[in-house]
């Protein structure tokens, strides 16, 4: 039970972004975490350790975003019109997309699967063999995804310098 808790507390900035990122609404962010920390403290006992306790817990956050999505039925967008003011001094994801302007607007455009991926990869340090376990898919696809991701956004921010937006 200690280990669960400093785990959730040791990655619960990350394990926010991440959530942020794939839905897109703060309103909804703070509901999903709560509702995938429960659904891993009820699954603790079934914990096999096959992978890290913290890539347990992004699988289960990036599951529950995914259902979350899916019952919605909506593409997750982020409007840095609409972000709230950050309430302590550690950044929230508001924030960070904010500051990013043009960049959080290319990944809010990304598709769900290549932005979690790419946040997973780049942002949050995993290896791209962690990120798979995470995300539940092949090493490769996982890379692909990245690659694609990545090609995505430098094209949208070539856009923004030769537009002046995105």
Same mark, same amino acid.
């Given at each position: +039970?200690?280990?669960?808790?400093? $785990?959730?507390?040791?990655? #619960?900035?990350?394990?926010?972004?991440?959530?942020?990122? +794939?839905?897109?609404?703060? #309103?909804?962010? =703070?509901?999903?975490?709560? *509702?995938?920390?429960?659904?891993?403290?009820?699954?603790?006992?079934?914990? @096999?350790? *096959?992978?890290?306790?913290?890539?347990?817990?992004?699988?289960?956050?990036? !599951?529950?975003?995914?259902?979350?999505? !899916? =019952?919605?039925? @909506? /593409?997750?967008?982020?409007?840095?019109? *609409?972000?709230?003011?950050?309430?302590?001094?550690?950044?929230?994801? =508001?924030?960070? %997309?904010?500051?990013?302007? %043009?960049?959080?607007?290319?990944?809010?455009?990304?598709?769900? &699967?290549? !932005?979690? $991926?790419?946040?997973?990869?780049?942002?949050?340090?995993?290896?791209?063999?962690?990120?798979?376990?995470?995300?539940?898919?092949?090493?490769?696809?996982?890379?692909? @995804?990245?690659? !694609?991701?990545?090609?995505?956004? /430098?094209?949208?921010? /070539?856009? =923004?310098?030769?537009?002046? &937006?995105?």
């Amino acid at each position: +039970m200690k280990a669960f808790v400093e $785990a959730v507390e040791a990655h #619960d900035d990350r394990l926010r972004a991440l959530c942020f990122q +794939m839905v897109g609404d703060s #309103d909804d962010v =703070s509901d999903l975490l709560q *509702e995938s920390y429960l659904k891993a403290y009820k699954a603790l006992p079934s914990f @096999r350790g *096959e992978s890290s306790l913290s890539t347990w817990l992004y699988r289960i956050v990036f !599951r529950t975003c995914v259902d979350h999505l !899916r =019952s919605t039925k @909506r /593409r997750p967008t982020c409007s840095t019109d *609409e972000l709230p003011e950050p309430q302590d001094p550690a950044p929230q994801p =508001s924030e960070l %997309t904010e500051r990013f302007g %043009t960049l959080g607007k290319a990944l809010a455009s990304l598709p769900v &699967e290549q !932005r979690a $991926a790419v946040f997973l990869v780049d942002a949050a340090e995993f290896g791209y063999a962690e990120a798979a376990d995470v995300l539940g898919e092949a090493v490769g696809t996982v890379a692909s @995804r990245v690659a !694609r991701a990545r090609g995505s956004l /430098r094209a949208a921010l /070539r856009r =923004s310098d030769t537009d002046g &937006e995105l």
